[in-house]
Structure formats: structure tokens, C-alpha cells
């Protein structure tokens, strides 16, 4: 028998990660949602992973508008990822944000760590999810060190020894 969603959630807590917010653009609606589930999938060519909830507007618009931006978050931007976590005030997560335009369209946040701009290639069904695949057209890398989640909680990267 499978283990059940606390458990899941308890389990995949302890897998210390990075915090990305995910936007997309469908004409001019713009929508983004925090996503710590992220990774890197191919060289060649380069491809991410995000995996989204079915239930998202992000999700929707990442579909219809087949592109999709990762923003990975600095150190200090714990309150940038909650206000794109939170379902309150959804539609207004831009407000006060300074982003830029893409090459795919993508809105991407001017402040964050990495910027990657990515054109969808793939979406495969995952349960309650979808795994989205993206093409990276464009990538920026900032200085700094990212946010890093674990248990529940925000904390820093710091280096061993």
C-alpha cells in the first residue's frame, strides 16, 4: 500500500532544495507561482523539469502559451516566495515586482539568482501534477547565494569546511 500525502510531504520535506517562482504568458495574462520542484534534465539540448499543479493558473498558461521562466530565488527573497505560494491576492503576485520580457514571452523577475527562459517541449501527466519540459532559449546568472528550503523552513546555503 502507498503511503499517504502527509507522509509523502514529510518525506520529500526532508530533500533540502532550491526555490524557484515559475511564470509564464499567455498574450498579455501574465501569472507565476512558487516551485520548488525543479530540475535540470539534458545538456543536449539544454532542458529543465518543473513540476506543476494541475489545479494552477500558471500550469494553464504554461500550456496554452507554451513557454515557461524559472527564477531562482536569492537568500533574501523568502517574502518573494511566499506572496507567489500564497492564493491570496493570486492575480496580483506582480505588483511592485520588477520583471522584463523574455525572448519566449516569459515574464522573468529582474532580481532573482538565475534566470532561465524556456519554450515548453514536453508535458507528461504525473498524477496530480504535470511535468512540464522546457528548452532553455536564454539563461542569466546573477551573483549571490540562493534560498534553499527544508522541513518547512527558509534558510542559506553555506558551504562545508
Known sequence: ??????????AMGS???GVTIITSREGEQIHGMT???????????????????????????????RCFG??????EQSALSNKFAS???????FEGVA????????????????????RLVALHDAGDHVLCVGEIEEARIAE???????????????PAG
Not at 492564493?87 to 503576485?93: C, G, I, T, V, Y
Request: glycine share 8%; proline share 4%.
Open 1 to 10: 500500500m502507498a503511503i499517504n500525502a502527509d507522509e509523502f510531504r514529510a
Open 15 to 17: 530533500w533540502a532544495s
Open 35 to 65: 516551485v520548488s520542484d525543479f530540475s535540470g534534465v539534458s545538456l543536449e539540448p539544454p532542458l529543465v523539469l518543473v513540476c506543476a499543479s494541475k489545479t494552477s493558473v500558471t500550469t494553464g498558461l504554461i500550456e496554452r502559451g
Open 70 to 75: 524559472v527564477n531562482v530565488l536569492r537568500a
Open 87 to 93: 492564493k491570496k491576492d493570486e492575480f496580483r503576485r
Open 99 to 118: 520583471t522584463y520580457r523574455a525572448k519566449t514571452g516569459a515574464p522573468l523577475l529582474e532580481d532573482a539568482l538565475v534566470n532561465l527562459d524556456c
Open 144 to 158: 549571490g547565494e540562493p534560498l534553499v528550503y527544508f522541513r518547512g523552513r527558509y534558510g542559506r546555503f553555506e
